[in-house]
């Protein structure tokens, strides 16, 4: 998901940097942009016409968008979660990427059969996440619960990239 990565930390510098730009993606035109790439994202996830790293990356960064275009006009331009959150999603996907995804096709068998017994029997479907996650964007009363709505899609995203990756 270098796409949500590069999104995260271009979001993270422009509210540290107090961006002139901002206030372009505070408009209900970004808004609309940010809706109809998530809706793009996730029908052609559902039509199985984009691969899945693909269109969790779509998503992800439309997901983030949209967050910033919402929430933003609520909590104003200077709250701290708006520089804090995407850093923390930066950070978290990369590592995820890079010490997970990246080195999948070298697990060993054991750690094959467990993320496949998790990936079995975990309660959250993808599908569950995208709508917690779509949920999560408006309930602006509970600021936390988008960061934990995109850390378990994150995580999921994870689990699902590494079994295709080891069943090529």
Request: aromatic letters at 14%.
């Amino acid at each position: 998901m270098i796409g949500f990565i590069l999104c995260s930390i271009t979001l993270a510098v422009l509210v540290q940097n107090h961006n002139d730009f901002l206030k372009l993606l505070a408009t209900p035109v970004a808004l609309g942009i940010g809706l109809t790439i998530m809706a793009a994202s996730l029908l052609a996830g559902y039509l199985k016409k984009a691969p899945t790293m693909i269109w969790h990356d779509g998503f992800a960064s439309s997901c983030l968008l949209v967050w910033y275009a919402y929430w933003q006009p609520q909590f104003g331009g200077d709250a701290p979660m708006f520089f804090f959150f995407p850093l923390y999603f930066a950070l978290l996907t990369s590592i995820v990427t890079l010490t997970l995804i990246n080195k999948s096709e070298y697990f060993d068998l054991e750690s094959i059969v467990h993320l496949r017994f998790l990936e079995k029997h975990v309660r959250f479907n993808i599908s569950v996440l995208v709508g917690f996650v779509l949920i999560s964007l408006l309930i602006t009363r509970h600021y936390a619960l988008y960061p934990i709505a995109m850390t378990f899609f994150i995580m999921r995203h994870t689990m699902i990239v590494c079994l295709e990756i080891i069943d090529s």
